[in-house]
């Protein structure tokens, strides 16, 4: 069964950095590309950054680029977004996602939430 | 960037047939993904390549992509049927997932 935990979410001040962590299990990992994608209280999905399996090819969205950082450690079969410079409208439930890059995202975590607020 | 619009909401009596678009530039071109998402939960993946549906997703769901719009459209609807829907593109031109604004069901 596949499984995917994400774990790192907190309250963080404007300006500040969190790192997200998301553990995954019952599949081979570098099979896959895996994903973060967030979503602000009462809003939208919204895409935020992607990892390639084999190759870590990296992706962001224009919102967050240059301020977030995406990398995975296969060897523990994590991967992780670094989140620097945050922004209030950075606040959102952060889901982390399986897929192959380019298609669907096909397993999804549960989600950890990121608040940033003063 | 590229653009995914999809309609506020949509509103369908149990029994009858529901069918939300997805329109994009195009999108025709591209494969498109459909994602359910109930209140407090994680999305799920209903619909992926156009037409294609996961393990365990009821037949009453199904997709359809042509030109500018692509449909996700859900028969004989049930109360379980009422959630958030988001399709979803890969933009080549910019290497970036795009989703769509979303859509909510309700089942009247």
């Known amino acids: 069964e596949v499984q995917l935990l994400e774990s790192g979410g907190d309250r963080v001040q404007p300006g500040g950095s969190l790192r997200l962590s998301c553990a995954a299990s019952?599949?081979?990992?570098?099979?896959?590309?895996m994903s973060w994608v967030r979503q602000a209280p009462g809003q939208g999905l919204e895409w935020v950054s992607s990892?390639?399996?084999?190759?870590?090819?990296?992706y962001y969205a224009d919102s967050v680029k240059g301020r977030f950082t995406v990398s995975r450690d296969n060897s523990k079969n994590t991967f992780y977004l670094q989140m620097n410079s945050l922004r209030a409208d950075d606040a959102a439930v952060y889901f982390c996602?399986?897929?192959?890059?380019?298609?669907?995202?096909?397993?999804w975590g549960q989600g950890t939430l990121v608040t940033v607020s003063s | 960037s590229y653009v995914l619009t999809q309609p506020p909401s949509v509103s369908v009596a149990p029994g009858k047939t529901a069918r939300i678009s997805c329109g994009g530039n195009n999108i025709g071109s591209k494969s498109v993904h459909w994602y359910q998402q109930k209140p407090g939960q994680a999305p799920v993946l209903v619909i992926y390549y156009d037409t294609d549906r996961p393990s365990g997703i009821p037949e009453r769901f199904s997709g359809s992509n042509s030109e500018n719009t692509a449909t996700l459209t859900i028969s004989r609807v049930e109360a379980g049927d009422e959630a958030d829907y988001y399709c979803q593109v890969w933009d080549s031109s910019s290497d970036q997932y795009v989703l769509g604004t979303g859509t909510k069901v309700t089942v009247l």
């Open positions: 996602a399986r897929g192959i890059l380019g298609g669907s995202f096909d397993n």
């Open positions: 019952g599949f081979t990992f570098t099979y896959y590309a």
């Open positions: 990892i390639g399996g084999n190759d870590g090819g990296t």
